[in-house]
C-alpha cells in the first residue's frame, strides 16, 4: 500500500493496460473552435527524431531571441483524401450516425480496407447537429511504409455555422487535404499515437517496483504481497505482470515548428527542406512528401501512425511566425 513515505508504483489513470484497439488511434473529443469552417484534424507516419536550431520565441526566458536547440519529431504528411461525409444527430446519450454521402471517385486502394458503398452512396441530411469528413491516407505514396491499405478515420468539421460546415464538407468530397489546410507553423497541436509495443512484461518492467532483496526467496522480480487476507481476493490496483505497451497515448500542447511543402525548382517539384540524414531514418529511410517538424517527441515507432487534433487544454498563446535557421542531417543512430 502506499504511505508518505512510499508512493504507490504505477500509475492508476491508464488503466486497463491492454493492447489498443487499433493502429490507429481513436479520437473521442473534439474542442469547439472560433474560426473556419475548417477541419479539425490530420494524421501522418512518423519517420524519427532530430534537432534544429531556431530562434528563441518565448519572450519571458534568459534566452529570447537567441539561437536554441530544439529537438523535434519528423513526421511525413502527404495528402489525405475524402471519401465521405457524415452526419450526426445528438440526443441525451451522445452523437447518432443519422446518414452519411460517399464520393463518386473513390480511391482503389480503399476497397482493400472494405467494401465500398455502390451507387447513390447515400444522401444528404437536412436536420443535424454535427458534421464530419472520412478521409483516409495514402500510405502507397510513402515509400518507408511498407503498406498499400489506407488508414481510414474521421476528422471533425468545426466553426462558424452549421450550414457553412455542410457546404465546406461537401466541397471537399472526393478532393485532397493538405496539413496546411489544418494548421499552420507555431501553432499548438494535440498528438495522438499508439505507443510501441513489448509483450508480456513482468512487474518491474510494468510498473517500476523496486527489485526485492538479495535474500528473498527464490525470486527479487516480483511485487512484495498480492494483497491483504480481507477483502479476500487479488484487487486489479496490484502491480502485475501482463501487456506493456502498445497503448493509446496523448502528447498535448506540441508546437508546430515548421511544415515544409514542394516548390518548383529548377522546372521540378522538390521538398523546401531536405530533412533526410545520411543513409536515410532508422527503419523508415527517406522522407519524400510534405513532412512537419513537431517540438518534442511523439508517441510511437517509426512508421506508426499518429493524428493530429486541435488542442483541447492549450493555455499558451500561437507563435505567428518560427525562425529556423540550421536542420541537423547527420544520422545520430549510427546509420
Do not use: C
Not at 534568459?62 to 444527430?89: C, H, L, N
Not at 454535427?130 to 468545426?158: C, D, Y
Not at 487534433?309 to 525562425?323: A, C, F, G, S, Y
Amino acid at each position: 500500500m502506499s504511505s508518505s513515505h512510499h508512493h504507490r508504483r504505477g500509475s492508476m489513470a491508464y488503466y486497463p493496460r491492454k493492447r489498443a484497439r487499433s493502429v490507429v488511434p481513436h479520437i473521442r473529443t473534439w474542442p469547439e473552435i472560433e474560426d473556419g469552417p475548417r477541419i479539425q484534424g490530420f494524421a501522418g507516419y512518423k519517420a524519427g527524431m532530430t534537432h534544429v536550431f531556431t530562434i528563441d520565441w518565448r519572450e519571458k526566458t534568459t534566452t529570447a531571441k537567441q539561437e536554441i536547440w530544439t529537438p523535434v519529431s519528423v513526421i511525413e504528411v502527404p495528402p489525405m483524401r475524402v471519401a465521405g461525409v457524415r452526419f450526426y444527430d445528438k440526443d441525451i446519450y451522445g452523437l447518432k450516425s443519422i446518414g452519411e454521402v460517399w464520393a463518386e471517385n473513390i480511391d482503389k486502394e480503399l476497397k482493400r480496407r472494405f467494401p465500398i458503398p455502390k451507387k447513390n452512396r447515400g444522401k444528404e441530411v437536412e436536420d443535424f447537429d454535427e458534421v464530419r469528413i472520412i478521409a483516409h491516407t495514402q500510405p502507397k505514396l510513402i515509400s518507408g511504409i511498407p503498406q498499400k491499405v489506407p488508414h481510414l478515420m474521421e476528422i471533425r468539421v468545426g466553426g462558424g455555422e452549421i450550414d457553412k460546415r455542410k457546404k465546406y464538407a461537401m466541397d471537399l468530397l472526393g478532393k485532397e487535404i493538405s496539413f496546411s489546410d489544418f494548421k499552420k507553423e507555431g501553432q499548438f497541436v494535440d498528438v495522438i499515437g499508439i505507443t510501441k509495443g513489448k509483450g508480456f512484461q513482468g512487474h518491474v518492467k510494468r510498473f517500476g517496483v523496486k527489485l526485492l532483496s538479495h535474500k528473498n526467496s527464490k525470486h527479487r522480480r516480483m511485487i512484495g504481497t498480492l494483497g491483504p487476507w480481507h477483502p479476500d481476493w487479488v484487487r486489479y490496483t496490484v502491480p502485475q505482470a501482463g501487456q506493456t505497451g502498445y497503448h493509446q497515448r496523448t502528447e498535448y500542447n506540441k508546437r508546430i515548428v515548421k511544415y515544409v511543402d514542394f516548390i518548383e525548382k529548377d522546372g521540378e517539384k522538390k521538398l523546401e527542406i531536405e530533412i533526410t540524414p545520411q543513409g536515410g531514418f532508422l527503419h523508415y529511410g527517406d522522407v519524400k512528401n510534405q513532412y512537419v517538424l513537431v517540438h518534442g517527441s511523439v508517441p510511437g515507432p517509426a512508421k506508426r501512425i499518429v493524428r493530429f487534433r486541435d488542442p483541447v487544454r492549450q493555455t499558451l498563446e500561437d507563435v505567428k511566425e518560427i525562425n529556423m535557421t540550421y536542420v541537423a542531417r547527420n544520422s545520430h543512430m549510427g546509420v
